[in-house]
């Protein structure tokens, strides 16, 4: 079945992309399978990701540890064409990333403020991924709504919505309520970075 | 000029974190005091093994919500806040927890305000004392000494009763040997007036 859907050439291209991810991300989107999708579903995951030549030891990935960026894609692209998720999934996936992370733990002194957390997010976001530039532009406090951009990162379309469901958690911690968050720029339709919009 | 050779490199501090990552989980796992941690908007930001079974939730639907969903008081929440946020640390408050299938468990609450340097909040511990056991071997020892009290108010009733009833029968029996007594005189003094008026008749007689 999977080798219709994503071949091993495919996935050994994504191996290629350069940088590396926090384990925590892979526990988290582990962690996140289990509860919503259910056991079967992991294990599915699992087997599929074997045939590609990874494998998916929940006990052996470290929450610290870094890992290949394009494992990641992997999985996403997995998920995607195997086990049909939608948009929702991966947004809903970002959205419960933070709570399952120490460093979100760590960083959590800068939650007590929004604008706080909006100026640490290139120091965050360098705890996380080893590529990528978080820049901070633009905080309007009387019009409700903040501007992120992200450069020099493409990894995978569905890792765009991945992250707006982190960025809504992110925001919704440091306390910014009924957040909608838009990506209004993307690589993967032509543009030279991503800019997220938050407003809430 | 030679390098300090003490100072940590990146490596050596993410060894260290990552040491501080094992000690942190560890300890988590084992503590068996159901512990979360808030963000200063009340936002569940982490939680350990105790407080899952506590509260019967999961992770991941705890997590990120807000700590009002766990207690029926909110007023009373209220009232915690302000009280943490002025003495920074509140000890053994009773509360009512509500766990996720509804069940209302007696909590002991155990507060404490986190700062960053500049002294502004950026979140709370609180540490939750299941009281349901401690509050069941209250109220069974209450029972038993209601039960004891009514026991002995029975006991001390039927004193009281066969106290009456003793002192009752005291009282009539003192009531009867004044009337044998008086009736004794009686008979004596009818028997001394009888003898007179014999002794008189014999006079007469005479």
Redesign the interface.
């Known amino acids: 079945m999977l080798t219709d859907l994503v071949t091993k050439e495919e996935a050994q291209k994504m191996m290629e992309l350069p940088g590396k991810v926090r384990g925590e991300s892979f526990l988290g989107m582990i962690n996140y399978i289990q509860e919503k999708k259910g056991e079967d579903e992991l294990k599915g995951l699992s087997r599929e990701l074997e045939k590609l030549g990874h494998s998916l030891d929940l006990n052996s990935i470290k929450k610290l540890d870094w890992y290949p960026i394009g494992l990641g894609a992997v999985y996403l692209t997995v998920l995607r064409r195997v086990f049909n998720w939608k948009d929702e999934d991966f947004i809903d996936m970002g959205v419960s990333i933070p709570n399952f992370s120490f460093i979100t733990k760590i960083f959590m002194r800068y939650l007590s403020s929004s604008p706080s957390i909006f100026k640490i997010a290139p120091k965050y976001w360098r705890e996380y991924f080893t590529v990528g530039e978080i820049e901070p532009v633009e905080w309007n406090e009387r019009k409700k709504y903040s501007i992120l951009r992200l450069k020099n990162f493409k990894v995978h379309p569905d890792h765009c919505l991945f992250l707006l469901g982190l960025l809504q958690q992110m925001g919704k911690l440091s306390g910014l309520k009924e957040i909608t968050v838009q990506e209004t720029k993307c690589p993967f339709r032509g543009d030279s970075y991503h800019e997220f919009i938050i407003r809430w | 000029m030679r390098k300090n050779q003490r100072e940590p490199t990146l490596q050596s501090l993410?060894e260290e974190?990552?040491n501080l990552?094992r000690f942190?989980d560890e300890f988590s796992i084992f503590l068996p005091l159901a512990v979360c941690?808030i963000?200063?908007?009340g936002?569940i930001?982490?939680t350990n093994r105790s407080f899952l079974k506590l509260t019967q939730y999961?992770?991941?639907?705890i997590?990120?919500q807000d700590i009002n969903i766990l207690f029926e008081n909110r007023e009373e929440l209220e009232k915690l806040n302000k009280e943490t946020l002025e003495k920074k640390l509140v000890e053994g408050k009773e509360m009512i927890l509500i766990s996720k299938d509804g069940k209302k468990i007696p909590v002991s609450i155990y507060v404490s305000l986190?700062e960053?340097e500049k002294g502004?909040?950026?979140?709370y511990f609180l540490a939750f004392l299941d009281m349901t056991e401690i509050k069941k071997l209250r109220e069974e020892l209450e029972e038993k000494v209601r039960e004891r009290t009514k026991e002995l108010q029975e006991r001390i009733n039927e004193l009281e009763k066969f106290h009456k009833l003793t002192v009752g029968r005291e009282l009539k029996s003192i009531e009867l040997k004044e009337e044998i007594k008086r009736l004794k005189k009686e008979l004596e003094d009818k028997e001394f007036k009888n003898g007179n008026k014999k002794s008189s008749m014999i006079n007469f007689s005479e």
């Not at chain 2, 999961?58 to 639907?61: A, L």
């Open positions: 993410e974190l990552k990552e942190i941690m963000t200063p908007v936002t930001i982490y999961k992770e991941i639907e997590a990120g986190r960053d502004a909040p950026v979140g």
